[in-house]
């Protein structure tokens, strides 16, 4: 990778908060969760961000399904350079909610609304993220 790229990622990264959201293993499967909808979720996080300082991104699978639906919230701004905050069971109105707001109200920085603490969890399969493609909102 080039220079000029890797400078470029870098503050793309550290300047703005980064949502994934896991869709690949357990996470967005209709057998493990056949009530809930999958793609109204992430379009509603996608149009709820939508022209905040945010990239939205979508992960193969995190690795941690036993906590499907997964987002993981990595802060950007000041913030940036912070762990990231796990936040497993993403199946209701409330914590994707509070994700939202979080996200666009402090950049996932400082502590998260009760709905979203609820739901926070320590990765245990090493933490890696794999984008499959990123929306940033404007």
């Known amino acids: ?4 790229l890797e400078r470029w990622r870098g503050r793309l990264v550290a300047d ?3 949502v ?12 493990k969760h ?17 022209g905040a300082p945010v990239t939205v991104s979508i992960s193969k699978c ?17 913030a940036a350079g912070t ?11 409330a914590t994707t909610d509070g994700i939202i707001e979080w996200v666009r109200s402090t950049g996932g920085f400082g502590d998260p609304p009760e709905a979203v603490q ?9 933490g890696r993220i794999r984008r499959t493609g990123a929306v ?3």
């Open 118 to 126: 609820a739901h926070r969890f320590v990765a245990t399969h090493g």
């Open 1 to 4: 990778m080039s220079r000029r």
């Open 83 to 93: 762990a990231p905050v796990w936040v497993g069971s993403v199946l209701d109105d």
């Open 20 to 31: 994934v959201v896991c869709r690949g293993g357990d996470c967005g499967s209709r057998r």
């Open 34 to 50: 056949p009530g809930f909808d999958h793609a109204a979720q992430l379009e509603r996080i996608r149009d709820e961000l939508r």
């Open 136 to 138: 940033r909102s404007r």
């Open 62 to 78: 995190l690795d941690e399904c036993e906590h499907a639906n997964v987002v993981v919230v990595t802060p950007g701004g000041p």
């Open 16 to 18: 703005r908060p980064e």
